[in-house]
C-alpha cells in the first residue's frame, strides 16, 4: 500500500475517533459533570493519537505538511458531514457543499505541481 493511500487510511480512522471525542458525547453526557466528559473525551482521544501520530509519520516522508494538513482538513470534513446528519441528528445543509467546494479549491492550490 502506498505511503499516501496509508495515510489517508490512518487519518480517516483517526478522524472517527476525534469526531466521536469531541462531538459524539455532546447528547450522552450533557447532565454528567464537565470532567468526565472531559476525562470520557480524552479516553476516546487517547485511540485517535495512536493513528494520528503514525499516519502524520508516514504521510510526512512522501507529502509536504501543507499537503498532510490539508489532506487531515478533507477527511475531517467527509468524516464529519456524515457524522453530524446520521448520528447528531443534524439537517444536511447547503453550507457543507460550500465548504467541500472551498476545500477542493485549497486541495487544488496544495497539491498543484507535486
Excluded at 10 to 19: A, G, R
Excluded at 40 to 69: C, D, M
Aim: net charge positive.
Amino acid at each position: 500500500m502506498s505511503p499516501v493511500l496509508r495515510t489517508a487510511l490512518l487519518l480517516t480512522l483517526s478522524n472517527v475517533f476525534m469526531t466521536f471525542a469531541w462531538y459524539g458525547l455532546l447528547g450522552k453526557m450533557a447532565a454528567r459533570p464537565l470532567l468526565l466528559a472531559v476525562l470520557a473525551s480524552w479516553g476516546i482521544a487517547f485511540f485517535e493519537y495512536l493513528l494520528q501520530v503514525p499516519a502524520n509519520r508516514i504521510g510526512h516522508q512522501v507529502l509536504t505538511v501543507a499537503q498532510l494538513k490539508m489532506l487531515q482538513e478533507v477527511i475531517s470534513l467527509a468524516v464529519f458531514v456524515p457524522f453530524a446528519v446520521l448520528y447528531l441528528r443534524e439537517p444536511l445543509r447547503l453550507n457543507y457543499l460550500w465548504a467541500a467546494l472551498c476545500m477542493m479549491g485549497a486541495v487544488y492550490f496544495v497539491f498543484r505541481g507535486r
